[in-house]
Nanobody
Framework: VQLQASGGGLVQAGGSLRLSCAAS????????IAWFRQAPGQEREFLGS????????HYRDSVKDRFTISSDHAKNTVYLQMNNLKPEDTAVYYC?????????????WGQGTLVTVSS
């Protein structure tokens, strides 16, 4: 499974940003796709995940009211919609593939995309 994350950038606090994760490879649809982030000096943390069918989603409690994961099968892409962003959301964001719910046992990582939220 190959993953390509994109869509990061600079946004003001309270703003929104949508990240994309394009997947390819023969078996990508058999995995769940998850989003993680890693802030400077901190451990990488799980944000949420979805099955390709979209039938199941799972979120970290601290972001579930602001972040939404969706998928576009035609584009083989999973999105992370982030609303009401806060400076503490500043981090490098990664997408990953693994067996559901893809919190652990990650099979493949995409490269990170940097999100910077200014106050």
């Amino acid at each position: 499974v190959q993953l390509q994350a994109s869509g990061g950038g600079l946004v003001q606090a309270g703003g929104s940003l949508r990240l994309s994760c394009a997947a390819s490879g023969r078996t990508f649809s058999s995995y769940a796709i998850a989003w993680f982030r890693q802030a400077p000096g901190q451990e990488r943390e799980f944000l949420g995940s979805t099955t390709w069918s979209g039938g199941r989603t799972h979120y970290r409690d601290s972001v579930k009211d602001r972040f939404t994961i969706s998928s576009d099968h035609a584009k083989n892409t999973v999105y992370l919609q982030m609303n009401n962003l806060k400076p503490e959301d500043t981090a490098v964001y990664y997408c990953a593939a693994g067996p559901w719910p893809a919190v652990r046992s990650i099979r493949s990582w995409g490269q990170g995309t940097l999100v910077t939220v200014s106050s």
